[in-house]
């Protein structure tokens, strides 16, 4: 499969006159269950749409993506590690991309290209479908890349008690609490920043989380970012852990299990973002006719 040539990929806008066609953009995306969950959307909402996926080579996001919508391509879901070419490519980013500094979903309008992010968005959405209390919750966020940023918005929103970010080294989980400062301040949470060594020590992890998402990418490798050492401190039986990685107990998940606390796979997050990516495409008076969590058992099962 030719990674430059769209049309052996089956996204070409050009080949199917009269549906409006979308993509996801990845690399690799060989992998990617968004084909089959939009299609599901388009069947619960009666939507005539072709969706496929669509694999850029590493440095050629911004002509692959512009030569889609010059074909008449309506939308695109972008995903690793595309994110932050789609919002250097974007014309008009919506407010939460702009706060994510990231875009998983773009569409043109008008002869522009507008970027958002609906991760943050989907990563509540599912929580809140589990019964996760986020009001008033104590959430530690593992990571500080991109992955952290784009949910961190959504997940202040909700007023958590406090929320604790902790990443290998300690400047980049800082620039997200300055970032979100504001934010965090709005809705009297109390934000701050740790290492992961940080999680390790007693004095500094003074209680247990009720919530601690995995943001990093080491479930897909079989590791976790947190240490046997840490693990006593940040999980108890009450505790909820999630792990953005989907389609496997993660080591960080298995880790959690062992100390009697919840887990998840990221499996609804990736749903409940391509519900949101699909009501911007196709317009917010469907949100009754799609069943996000529907399409996600079907997934499960």
């Known amino acids: 499969m030719s990674s ?55 440095n050629s ?52 290209i507008f ?55 300690s400047a980049k989980a800082d620039d997200l609490v300055k970032i979100f400062a504001d934010l965090a301040a709005s809705k ?14 007693a004095t500094k992890t003074l209680h247990p989380f009720d919530l601690v998402i995995n943001a990093t990418a080491a479930g897909l490798t079989d590791e976790s970012p947190v240490s046997l050492k840490a693990v006593g401190n940040i999980f108890v039986p009450s505790s909820f852990a999630y792990d953005m990685v989907y389609g496997k107990t993660t080591s960080f998940m298995q880790q959690a299990l062992q100390r009697g606390a919840r887990v998840s796979d990221g499996l609804g997050m990736l749903v409940e973002q391509a519900a949101d990516a699909f009501l911007l495409w196709r317009g917010a008076q469907l949100a009754t006719a799609i069943d996000p969590r529907a399409v996600l058992a079907e997934l499960r099962s």
Do not use: C
């Not at 995306?29 to 089959?36: D, F, G, M, N, Q």
């Open 4 to 58: 430059t040539n769209t049309t052996s990929l089956h996204t070409d806008p050009s080949l199917f006159a009269g549906v409006d066609v979308y993509a996801v953009a990845g690399n690799p995306i060989a992998h990617s269950k968004s084909p089959a969950i939009h299609q599901r959307f388009a069947e619960q909402a009666n939507q005539r749409m072709h969706y496929r996926r669509l694999q850029p080579e590493i």
């Open 61 to 112: 996001f911004a002509k692959a993506a512009q030569a889609f919508f010059a074909a008449g391509g309506k939308g695109m879901n972008v995903t690793v590690p595309f994110k932050l070419d789609a919002q250097t490519l974007a014309d008009v980013l919506t407010p939460r991309a702009q706060l994510a500094g990231a875009v998983n979903a773009l569409w043109k309008t008008e002869g522009k």
């Open 115 to 169: 970027g958002d992010n609906t991760d943050g968005a989907g990563l509540v959405r599912d929580l809140l479908a589990k019964g996760i209390a986020l009001h008033g919750a104590r959430i530690l966020l593992i990571g500080a890349g991109g992955a952290a940023r784009g949910v961190m918005g959504p997940l202040l929103e909700q007023s958590p008690k406090s929320f604790i970010i902790a990443n290998r080294s």
């Open 188 to 201: 009297e949470v109390a934000l701050e920043s740790r290492t992961l060594l940080d999680l390790e020590a």
